[in-house]
């Protein structure tokens, strides 16, 4: 290798300098970027990641036929979830598993995203699992519209993503699970599931009924009912999905939204670096007609 350097011309040996020294900065400030925003814990999780994508490089280029339900995470929300866009798409969608098959192969050939064969049948798959047609009598357009209306998110702060849903009666009917709203007594309490995802180590454990409020068009700001409840985890620790609740009453019996009540906001402060993230419902929601008639 020596040799063949020597025989370069000059101006080529300094290109070449130049640019091994671009990647020697350029690693040093990830290296120590890395440390910064992860503490003492920066080493492991770096090696952990660059063994990832390391793993997803290989299987790219079909070096290695399978990826563990960690990977696929990975892949997926790097490929679909913030890579090309926000979950509204993916949340508002309603396909068959043949359909989310169709979907995946417009977006390479009609949208130009480049996915290798291999990556294009796991993310196909994973799809088809995690996002099956929900079962229900509900015409497609108005579920697809109950989920647009109740849907909020942000685009990350601090590598933290949040989605988050105002859960109301009519979306857990659109969703075929009256028996969660039941469960979370959406008579007497306003519900909110909350998504949040990092791409890059584990997330911490969040305590969200102390850090999500609701605050009204007044300014009025709630807290939460103590205690919050999980809904999923995945196995890599990159997505946890709990519930909050706010109770529909004050202490002395008054409803919190009231009749003239405009607009609600969820606020969650003191996450991923961000004081405070806003998600606001404008009131009444304007369901399509045939919920209101369920």
Known sequence: MGSVVQKMPKFLRALLSLKLLLVLIILSLFLAGYAVV?????DS??????????????????????LNAQEVSALFNSTCNRGCH??????GAIHTPLGWGQVVERMGNDNGVKLYPAEREVIIRYLQENYPPPNTTLPPATVKMVKRLLWRNDMGYGDVYVD????TKEYFRVIESLAEAEKYV???????????????????IVPLDEKTFLRDDKGHEYAAIQGWSMRMESKEGHHREGVVRFARFDKEGNPVIRGD???IEVVIKDLGGARERVY??????????DIKEG
Not at 45 to 66: M, N, P, Q, T, V
Not at 86 to 91: G, Q
Not at 164 to 167: L, S
Not at 186 to 204: A, C, E, Q, S, Y
Request: net charge positive; aromatic share 14%; hydrophobic share 45%.
């Open 261 to 263: 009540t405009q607009y």
């Open 280 to 289: 606001r419902w404008d009131l009444p929601v304007p369901y399509p007609e």
């Open 186 to 204: 959406v008579d007497k309490n306003m519900v909110f599931i909350i998504d949040l995802t990092v791409h890059t180590g584990r997330l911490p």
């Open 164 to 167: 988050i849903f105002y859960a």
């Open 86 to 91: 926000s979950m509204d798409v993916i949340y």
């Open 45 to 66: 999780l770096l090696l952990s990641d660059l063994r990832l994508w390391g793993k997803l490089l290989l299987f790219r280029h079909s070096a290695i036929k399978e």
């Open 38 to 42: 992860h503490g003492n814990r920066g």
